[in-house]
């Protein structure tokens, strides 16, 4: 007889898990979201799908991600826009940095080229970089939106027989005295299923907690801590800039601690901002989008605080206004990595959360290292460095743990 997965979250990391579970036709999968799909996290996303990563590892996720969209877009039709991305170095340090990320992408067959000044110049006409600056251009990156990116894991999900429910809360795990006890083989609790709102009781062989920052919460509830913290994510989009086309490429500044990509006419811009911006997981309301952290809600002090190194970078932002400014919802851990594998001590939960900030461009790698690990498959990445159990006395319910989480923010250079 053929299991039954349960996937709790039905953002993109779920979603992700969910077509890859569903499509090994080994799992009968069922996908529990509390409200629309993908309408909650996932859609406050910049999605760059940037291939350059701090590990290696990682890289690798992110080029499954690359390979699994490009055959969903053959499916149901294109949806990124592919117009590269160039990571800038200003610092011998930051071109050793872009010698490692050539290094990296020659080991995954990856085209990219390197560009002096004068090419990134005309590359990148809206950035003013100092002279002897040199850049690595990913020809392939780009971005894509987020929503739409979610909804083809959902449609190729469901195609493959997958249940994706809506509007399904769910208020707590089913422990009975059989399962909340021990496993007969590794002496590890064990869960039933869930219970919803509603009070509809769902039982499933595994389970796997991809609820975003609401993850804690649920974790709880069975004495599950979380090493991972709701912190703000934010960017901001321009006016119409006459030198901004859409089809030119990203760029990665380190020595701004900025990054910029086009959004039609205009520049859509982040910076790596030292704001302590984090906030209690119990106190995230339903509807995501309507929350705001207390501090710097508006953004205004971490625009103050880059706000000339983002002129000197990209003089044009002085003679346009900012049409746009929002302010989103990450789930990071203390390293920056993800939590993905089984969760300590059970022997049928699984946990795909704390996605970093990286979401979107790691929910094909998310995916499809969840469901090897989960099905017993050989596994395409290592999955030690996201290893749940890596933060033994984290307490997402702590102040002083949550700052930890808010700090890896701020301390990323790419992805």
């Known amino acids: 007889m053929q299991s039954h997965t349960l996937i709790i979250g039905g953002g993109i990391t779920g979603l992700a898990c969910a077509s890859y579970l569903q499509r090994s036709g080994k799992t ?5 979201e509390a409200g629309e799909l993908a309408a909650g996290t996932t859609s406050q996303a910049a999605a760059l799908l940037t291939r350059a990563r701090s590990d290696d590892n990682s890289a690798v996720l992110v080029d499954e991600t690359h390979r699994i969209l490009k055959q969903l877009e053959a499916r149901f039709g294109a949806l990124a826009i592919r117009g590269g991305c160039v990571h800038v170095a200003c610092t011998a ?17 990856q085209d990219v080229r390197w560009l002096n000044g004068a090419e990134l110049a005309a590359a990148l006409p809206w950035l003013a970089l100092p002279v002897g600056a040199v850049g690595l251009l990913y020809a392939d990156d780009g ?10 894991y959902a449609r190729a999900a469901r195609a493959d027989g997958a249940q994706l429910r809506t509007h399904t ?26 219970i919803t709102t509603e009070g509809e ?64 006419s205009g520049l859509l ?61 990450s789930s990071y851990t203390p390293d920056g990595k993800p939590l993905l594998g089984q969760a300590p ?8 959360t704390g996605c970093s900030g990286a979401g979107i461009a790691l929910s094909g790698g998310t995916g499809r290292l969840l469901s090897e690990m989960l ?23 702590d102040p002083d743990f949550r700052v930890r989480c808010a700090k890896a923010r701020s301390g990323k250079s790419t992805g």
Request: proline content about 8%; charged content about 20%.
């Open 201 to 264: 009781t769902i039982l499933a062989d595994q389970i796997v907690l991809a609820a975003g920052p609401w993850s804690p919460v649920l974790a709880r509830s069975v004495n599950l801590p979380l090493a991972m913290a709701p912190v703000r994510s934010h960017y901001w989009i321009t006016d119409h800039l006459a030198t901004v086309s859409a089809r030119q490429p990203m760029a990665i500044v380190p020595s701004a601690k900025a990054y910029f990509r086009p959004e039609h």
């Open 28 to 32: 009968r999968v069922t996908v529990l």
């Open 143 to 152: 971005h894509a939106d987020p929503y739409g990116f979610a909804h083809f």
């Open 269 to 329: 811009f982040g910076v790596r901002d030292q704001q302590i911006c984090v906030a209690d997981p119990q106190d995230l309301p339903a509807d995501i989008h309507a929350f705001r952290f207390a501090h710097d809600s508006d953004g205004w002090q971490a625009l103050e605080e880059h706000w000339q190194s983002l002129l000197a970078t990209c003089p044009a932002l002085e003679n346009t206004g900012l049409a746009h400014y929002l302010s989103g919802v």
């Open 375 to 397: 099905l017993g498959e050989p596994l395409f990445a290592d999955p030690a460095p996201y290893d749940p159990g890596r933060f033994p006395a984290a307490d997402a319910f």
């Open 169 to 194: 809360r769910v208020a707590d795990f089913l422990c009975t005295p059989d399962h909340d006890t021990h496993d007969k083989q590794g002496g590890k609790r064990a869960v039933a299923g869930v």
């Open 345 to 352: 001590g059970f022997a049928n939960v699984w946990l795909a």
């Open 93 to 109: 340090a930051e071109e050793e940095r872009l010698q490692a990320y050539a290094r990296q992408a020659d080991a995954l067959r």
